[in-house]
């Protein structure tokens, strides 16, 4: 059988050794391309940064900048090299294992196989009439066997099926084999730097789109083996399971899927999503659809976060564009640390600039402030759900809905479980804290199995409710939950569903002032306030910060301060909140119930 000039003797004698061993060869550049990124990262711009000031030293930081960038491309573009050589290897070997099969059948048979993949098979059994053996005949892929027996009461040549079985089987491996090559072919085609040594947005965009090619060709080389179903602790051995060179094609190919993983290292997960957040800026840019241009306004952002350094260092633990964007930033390495504190923003968060800005900020203070008590302390900001939108900042019916709230708490119930799974520490300190919405996507999490895997402490502020009406249902004890409600945020004196149903005579709006009014009630929308005493949860001192209605016009900004760190006052929050996150909550300034 041939087909596009392939035989099944080409296949057979294929040796794809020699296919994975280029494909070895390109994995070395990529290593070396990735190393010597990494030494500029790490090391010459660092010390360009602390030791150098002024114009000469700013244009050697923008030209390593550009360095690091088209090093970034060769890494990429030489690991998707790799994987196709490989993943094409892969492929064909299975197709030489189905002809080897059958070329072994044929042997043990006493069958022919002809050049054109034909079986012969030889005469056998005998005839109904004159007990003679029944004569042999041909068998060929999509035919008859070529030597039809004579006419009369005669039975058939019981090799004949065997021998056509043998020749679909040949075929079959052939055009497979045939169809895997065309298509690598184009795969490879493809794969084509431009020339110069530049590396444009255009570039970048050219590699996402390499690189989503090559994805959907390696899934049964790669993609399939990857344990998107297994626990965070199976990832973990998963990954601790493979070869280096399995690890650095995942991480040239898949560094989304590698990077959103929980229970894989910090580490890994990091160095994945640094690669996945420019293939990202690639495929955004030029977009000028709202969300695309959004997204990429934070995910530049980012970028320049990361490019520019800080302490404690960022390690980006996910990052994605679908629904409203995702990322996850830790400052501090969660793997090394003894207090690791987890914040789940809520209301109005987004992959955009304000949270690039605002959230990375918040979740840095809080790693700075939590250190001051314990060295080993790290923060993270996790954004991997989609929060409730509001475009005018307060409450709507999308908020108080609970979907968003549930599937964002096994989100993060599976991602807590990776940061158990990852920490070094025999019995790390976790603690969870969830702002605005965030704390209701929080208390979700805790309703995921036991609890929310290896959280000793929670911390709710902005609350309009957790979906419980005690604290000790939250599954750490009740003396473990504490409470910020600043007196001035008209988010933790939400109506209750009871009461908006009671006062939709007159409309939602005037049975919010209604409910603002009566400060003696003590249930929210998500059920009990956190901050009563009803609830039993320990409530801490926070700022008031500014009044809803004031001379100044209409604010919520008393929603939004809980973290703010101000040398020119107290601050009495987010001390509280970092003395909790560092394993001192002895030590916090508590403040009565409501």
Known sequence: ????????????????????????????????????????????????????????????????????????????????????????????????????????????????????????????????????PLPGGTASSGGLPGLQAPSGLVAPNPDAARAQDIADRVAGAVRAAAEIDWRYAGILRRLKAEEGLKVPDSTLKDAAGDAAV?????????????????????????????????????????????????????????????????????????????????????????????????QPPMFLLGVGDEGNGRAIVSFGNPDTARNVAAYVPGLNTSLDKDFAEGDLKRARDTAITTQRYDGSSVAIVWLGYDAPQSPDGLATLDVMGEERANRGGESFHGFMGGLVSTNEHEDPHLTAIGHSYGSRTVGAATQQGNGIPGVDDIVLVGSPGVGVDQAEELGVGKGHVFVGAAENDVVTKLPSKQQVALGAASGPFAALVGDLADQGDDDLWFGKDPASE?????????????????????????????????????????DNIALIASGNSQKIRTEESR
């Open 214 to 310: 090559v994805r959907d060709a390696a899934r049964a080389y790669l993609r399939n083996a990857i344990p998107h179903d297994a626990s965070p602790a199976e990832r973990h051995a998963w990954w601790a399971g493979l070869t280096q060179e399995q690890r650095e094609e995942y991480l040239a190919v898949y560094p989304d899927r590698i990077g959103n993983l929980d229970g894989i290292p910090a580490v890994v997960r990091d160095a994945a999503n640094r690669d996945n957040l420019q293939l990202l800026i690639g495929k955004l840019e030029g977009r000028d659809d709202e969300r695309s241009v959004t997204q990429l306004a934070g995910l530049r952002e980012i970028d320049r976060q990361l490019g520019a350094g800080s």
């Open 1 to 132: 059988m041939k087909s596009s000039g392939l035989t099944w003797a080409v296949l057979r004698d294929l040796k794809c050794g020699e296919l994975e061993g280029a494909a070895d060869g390109w994995g070395e550049a990529s290593n070396r391309a990735d190393a010597a990124r990494d030494r500029i990262e790490q090391q010459l711009l660092n010390g360009l940064r602390d030791t150098q000031q002024g114009d000469a030293a700013t244009a050697a930081v923008a030209r390593l900048r550009q360095l690091s960038r088209n090093l970034q491309y060769v890494y990429t573009e030489c690991g998707l090299l790799r994987t196709t050589l490989n993943s094409l290897a892969h492929e064909l070997k299975a197709q030489q294992r189905v002809l080897a099969d059958a070329l072994d059948d044929a042997v043990t048979l006493k069958f022919t196989v002809r050049a054109d993949g034909a079986v012969t098979y030889p005469a056998a059994g005998d005839g109904l009439i004159d007990g003679r």
């Open 534 to 574: 009803a609830f039993g949860a320990r409530r801490f001192q926070v700022d008031e910060g500014p009044r809803l209605v004031s001379h100044r016009g209409l604010s919520i900004d008393a929603h939004s301060q809980y973290f703010d760190v101000n040398p020119e006052r107290d601050n009495v929050s987010a």
